[in-house]
């Protein structure tokens, strides 16, 4: 049986639609390194180098402040269990250059940000993007 894609909830004030999601294997990745770590976040701040990656921290440890975007809410819980909610976040900066694209966190082999969570691990996330219509 395939996983399915995991969608965001709608956090953006007077926004009806999602803006990023987690493929399978994201999240298979992302419930791995949930037993590890416990409750994760990610943010995506656009700075050069490792900044450029979305990067995944433990819940809480990379401060977000009113610079900050919070795109969506993810549940990576398989069907049935207790929820595993991921709080998506870009620096508002970043947000006005991608503020009209959907976002796919999608795993790959390679070396990511040493501060990201899964960077021991001989992966890292990247982010695929695509154009939006409509937001609302």
């Given at each position: 049986?395939?996983?399915?894609?995991?969608?965001?909830?709608?956090?953006?004030?007077?926004?009806?639609?999602?803006?990023?999601e987690?493929?399978?294997?994201?999240?298979?990745?992302?419930?791995?390194?949930?037993?590890?770590?416990?409750?994760?976040?990610?943010?995506?701040?656009?700075?050069?180098?490792?900044?450029?990656?979305?990067?995944?921290?433990?819940?809480?440890?990379?401060?977000?402040?009113?610079?900050d975007?919070?795109?969506?809410?993810?549940?990576?819980?398989?069907?049935?269990?207790?929820?595993?909610?991921?709080?998506?976040?870009?620096?508002?900066?970043?947000?006005?250059?991608?503020?009209?694209?959907?976002?796919?966190v999608?795993?790959?082999?390679?070396?990511?940000?040493?501060?990201?969570?899964?960077?021991?691990?001989?992966?890292?996330?990247?982010?695929?993007?695509?154009?939006?219509?409509?937001?609302?």
């Amino acid at each position: 049986m395939s996983q399915p894609v995991v969608t965001a909830s709608v956090t953006i004030t007077g926004e009806t639609r999602p803006r990023v999601e987690f493929t399978p294997a994201t999240a298979l990745l992302l419930r791995s390194l949930w037993d590890e770590h416990g409750p994760l976040m990610f943010h995506q701040s656009g700075g050069c180098c490792d900044g450029s990656s979305p990067m995944c921290f433990p819940a809480g440890e990379f401060i977000t402040s009113d610079r900050d975007v919070l795109l969506g809410r993810l549940d990576i819980a398989p069907p049935g269990s207790e929820s595993q909610s991921i709080d998506f976040w870009m620096s508002a900066e970043q947000f006005e250059y991608w503020s009209h694209t959907f976002l796919t966190v999608d795993v790959v082999a390679g070396r990511g940000s040493g501060f990201s969570a899964e960077a021991p691990r001989g992966v890292r996330f990247l982010i695929r993007s695509r154009l939006m219509s409509s937001f609302d």
